[in-house]
């Protein structure tokens, strides 16, 4: 367990905080049952991950608007005002990442997210410059836990997974993570994350 050199993280859950709900609230006049209502039956995670692996977001509001007409501009919402879902860097983790860069650690991202609307979160987080290599799902059309994005991961920038720590908010990702030899954090805080890395060589 000891001895790694490399982090990987995860994006949103982990660096940024991304919910649908910082734009849905507002749509819905704070009507938080109307919200919860409609990102359970229209604008799902379901669907939203099919955009993470790939699918346009033309392609998807024209799917659901062809299934629930009646929510036709909460659904192109999801498009035209997508960056009111970004919230603010996830509190601990800039300072984290300084650190770590401050250490000569090299650091990656690898991300579920669909390639239309990463440009707004890279507008909106100077630290997304900080990264060695940032592979995205939309890019490659693969999405986590599949073991492929995570071995491309691995062979486009030479990452070994023994020396790697894998960071993400989502245990089936952790655990693929790990299944492949890497270090996979379940990420909860920042100081939590902290003394992990800790144990492991990357932070005093």
Same mark, same amino acid.
């Given at each position: ?86 919230? &603010? ?8 990442? %300084?650190? *770590? /860069? ?7 991202? #690898? ?69 492949? &030899? ?8 920042? %100081?939590? *994350? /902290? ?7 990357? #932070?005093?």
């Amino acid at each position: 367990m000891a001895n790694r050199s490399v982090a990987v993280f995860d994006l949103g859950g982990v660096l940024i905080d991304w919910n649908p709900r910082y734009l849905y609230r507002k749509l819905f006049d704070g009507n938080d049952d109307a919200m919860e209502q409609f990102l359970a039956t229209v604008c799902t995670a379901n669907w939203n991950s099919r955009q993470d692996a790939g699918r346009t977001l033309a392609d998807a509001c024209a799917l659901l608007k062809s299934l629930h007409p009646d929510h036709g501009k909460m659904i192109d919402a999801w498009r035209d005002r997508y960056e009111e879902m970004l919230g &603010g860097a996830i509190p601990g983790m800039v300072e984290l990442l %300084e650190e *770590l /860069r401050a250490r000569g650690v090299p650091i990656y991202a #690898l991300s579920n997210w669909s390639a239309e609307t990463f440009p707004a979160a890279q507008k909106r987080f100077d630290f997304l410059q900080w990264f060695r290599g940032i592979l995205l799902s939309g890019h490659v059309r693969l999405i986590k836990p599949d073991p492929r994005i995570y071995q491309l991961l691995f062979s486009t920038h030479r990452i070994d997974p023994a020396h790697a720590v894998y960071v993400d908010d989502v245990q089936a990702n952790v655990d693929a993570a790990s299944a492949l &030899g890497m270090h996979g954090v379940r990420f909860t805080d920042a %100081e939590a *994350l /902290r003394r992990e890395l800790a144990t492991v060589g990357l #932070l005093p």
